[in-house]
């Protein structure tokens, strides 16, 4: 059985004092969800995120992990830690990482062994820029980077990951890709994973469709066979859309 799994990331956005606020509104509203709620928050969010969902069925995840268990990386954050404070998610190779932040295929693969090794559910981002969607690599792009970041990871470990296809160019530009350009997307993912991993495991696993997602579009997005929930920006920044969106994969 495939799970739905609607994720919001947050992104860079929202004090302590704001996460708890934001966390509270959206409880009564996402109540009745049949899908997995996630909230994907900053790292100084989480325990203020982790009280406020507390009882309710909303599950919290951070943004980043490092690959290394501990040591001298100043600024990093160990999937140890995360899953100490009682996190349950963490997004891996968000495109933003990869355009700001020197993250590539290696190191994606690398926190993704490090978050299933410590007993966290990766969310695996993975995406074509238009550039490369208009050189027709696509469908190349989109398996290579799902077999580069799934690299040693075992049958048993991908029952815990997720992933993501976000169009680079759909990421915060308020163009969505089309449901059938998302199904399309989605589908490239789930047979990569079918060509490492086999049928059933690509039949099982939760390939969320992410960029632009809001409340007037997710209903269309989610009804493709290949989509099976999201990861949500700008539109998990308000209770009321996320809650839409969450209504929507919950049919
Ligand atoms: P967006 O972001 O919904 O604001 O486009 C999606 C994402 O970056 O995960």
Not at 115 to 123: F, Q, R, T, W, Y
Not at 179 to 202: I, K, S, W
Request: contains cysteine.
């Amino acid at each position: 059985m495939r799970k739905y799994v609607i994720a919001g990331n947050w992104k860079m956005n929202n004090t302590p004092a704001e996460a708890k606020a934001l966390i509270e509104a959206m409880k009564p509203l996402v109540k009745d969800a049949t899908c997995e709620v996630v909230i994907c928050a900053p790292f100084v969010d989480l325990t203020a995120c982790l009280e406020a969902a507390e009882g309710s069925g909303i599950k919290i995840g951070a943004e980043n992990v490092h690959w290394a268990e501990k040591g001298a990386y100043t600024g990093e954050v160990s999937a140890e830690m995360l899953k100490a404070v009682g996190v349950e998610y963490v997004v891996i190779g968000h495109s933003e990482r990869r355009q700001y932040f020197g993250e590539t295929d290696q190191t994606v693969n690398l926190r993704t062994l490090a978050a299933v090794k410590a007993g966290l559910k990766p969310i695996v981002c993975v995406g074509e820029t238009l550039e490369q969607r208009e050189l027709g690599y696509t469908e190349t792009l989109l398996k290579y980077q799902t077999k580069m970041a799934l690299t040693n990871i075992t049958a048993e470990q991908l029952k815990d990951i997720v992933i993501a296809y976000e169009p680079v160019w759909a990421i915060g530009t308020g163009v969505t890709a089309t449901a059938d350009q998302a199904d399309e997307g989605n589908g490239f993912v789930r047979a990569a994973v079918a060509e490492m991993f086999g049928a059933e495991a690509a039949e099982n696993i939760t390939v969320q469709y992410g960029g632009s997602m809001n409340a007037g579009n997710a209903e269309e997005l989610v009804a493709k066979e290949n989509v099976d929930g999201g990861l949500i920006g700008g539109a998990s920044l308000k209770a009321e859309d996320f809650a839409v969106i969450v209504k929507a994969a919950s049919k």
